[in-house]
Nanobody, 130 residues
């Protein structure tokens, strides 16, 4: 059974940094791509925004335009964990961040939509505020 658990969220000031973790179990990272999605407060029920994804089998990483140059996705195969390093955070980055496992081809040169994921974590809240 595929399972994902996010951690690392919290309150940070604008311009600050946070690192999110997505621990995977029930599969290894070379079998699925992993993506980070987010949903801002007040937008529950609407489509989650794709932030970044990684296909570890070919070392492909993809980013949404809104986070390029500020966020970095990476993975630790030994820990079966994917990370999202977030820098220069802005108030508009405030959201619940979810990680998801997807077919590897979903993580292409473009960010996938939230549909067709094989598994989701429960999310971790990131609040950027002074």
């Amino acid at each position: 059974q595929l399972e994902l658990v996010e951690s690392g969220g919290g309150l940070v000031r604008p311009g600050g940094s946070l690192r999110l973790s997505c621990a995977a179990s029930g599969f290894t990272l070379d079998k699925y791509a992993i993506g980070w999605f987010r949903q801002a407060p007040g937008k529950e029920g609407k489509e989650r925004e794709g932030v970044s994804c990684i296909d570890s089998s070919i070392d492909r990483t993809t980013y949404a335009d809104s986070v390029k140059g500020r966020f970095t996705i990476s993975r630790d195969a030994a820990k079966n964990t994917v990370y999202l390093q977030m820098k220069s955070l802005k108030p508009e980055d405030t959201a619940v961040y979810y990680c998801a496992a997807m077919p590897r081809y979903y993580c292409s040169e473009y960010m996938p939509t939230e549909y067709g994921m094989n598994a989701w974590g429960k999310g971790t809240l990131v609040t950027v505020s002074s």
